[in-house]
């Protein structure tokens, strides 16, 4: 049975509130987890089925029906940190045989946050402490499934600890909240970006991106596609200053010399130097 999860709102700093509790924001995919009648089903936050993706999390050790809201993550053996992109990866495999020798040599984690269903009893309408102790009482932890922890008011704490180790960020939660299948201000996100000068070197010809370069080295490389935070403002600007930059024209783009430079914020950088999720902060000419 899948469920549509409860959406998080974002705000810009850490806060403490003894109403609240903070959770660390994993850096992974998001997956709801059912069971009914023994069968173990698992669909993205878009209500797309994955279960055939995963599975290294067809036993979740739990008796009865549920439904779980939790995320998938991956550990990268060589750093130890989790790694958005080898649950990616796994995402993309399409043939049983990859997927099994995957799900042996490099297993994912399910990280659960929150309980639903739970068998036959409907557990949205209670808050979220309550769901919580709930799910501690029936969910035994194992290799591949376990609970997020959490940090009681203190989230400047957990923000300190985020950044020290340069986490993704941290997710603060009103503790009577019930769970709805929509936006909500009871749960906040708040992110550990990390910011860039880049310079842009080309835009969509349909206009829903703009390409970034990085300095590196003293040289210029790709490292993205700008598509966050631009405002009509923004594009004015930047349509302003590209006109006597255009250096050629490919199919898709108009490619430009890399003289406008801009600030931009980003989740991380992917192993192949991109930059995750950038957003426009800034743009000026240089």
């Known amino acids: 049975m899948f469920i549509a999860p409860m959406l998080l709102e974002s705000r810009p700093e850490p806060f403490s509130d003894d109403g609240w509790i903070f959770e660390p924001k994993l850096d992974g995919h998001r997956v ?15 209500g797309n089925e994955c279960t055939r993706q995963f599975p ?8 009865g029906d549920f439904v779980l809201d939790g995320e998938v993550c991956c550990t990268d053996p060589e750093t130890e940190a989790i790694d958005v992109e080898l649950v990616m990866e796994r995402f993309r495999l399409k043939k049983k045989n990859k997927i099994d020798t995957y799900s042996k040599q490099q297993p994912v984690n399910y990280i659960v946050w929150d309980i639903l ?20 009482s029936v969910l035994e932890s194992n290799p591949n499934i376990s609970i997020v922890p959490h940090i009681d008011g203190r989230g400047e704490d957990l923000w ?25 201000h009871d749960w906040q996100q708040i992110i550990n970006y990390q ?46 200053l590209s006109r006597k930059l255009q250096a050629r024209e490919g199919p898709s783009f108009v490619y430009l010399e890399p003289k406008i430079r801009a600030r931009v914020k980003y989740r991380n950088r992917t192993r192949g130097g991109m930059l995750r999720k950038p957003e426009l902060v800034q743009i000026c000419a240089e």
């Open 56 to 63: 290294e999390l067809h036993l979740p050790p739990m008796d």
């Open 195 to 240: 910011y860039a000068d880049v310079y842009l070197a080309g835009y969509r010809k349909d206009g829903s991106g703009w390409l970034i370069h990085l300095e590196e080295n003293g040289r210029l490389r790709p490292s993205g596609m700008l598509e966050l935070g631009v405002t009509a403002e923004h594009r004015e600007t930047f349509m302003s």
């Open 32 to 46: 709801i987890m059912s069971r009914q009648s023994d069968e173990t089903r698992l669909w993205t936050m878009q």
């Open 160 to 184: 300190e600890y985020v950044v020290a180790n340069r986490m993704e960020g941290i997710v603060g939660k009103r503790k009577n909240s019930k769970y709805v299948s929509r936006q909500s």
């Open 117 to 136: 269903f739970h068998k036959g009893r409907d557990l949205r309408q209670l808050p979220l402490m309550k769901r919580r102790s709930i799910l501690e």
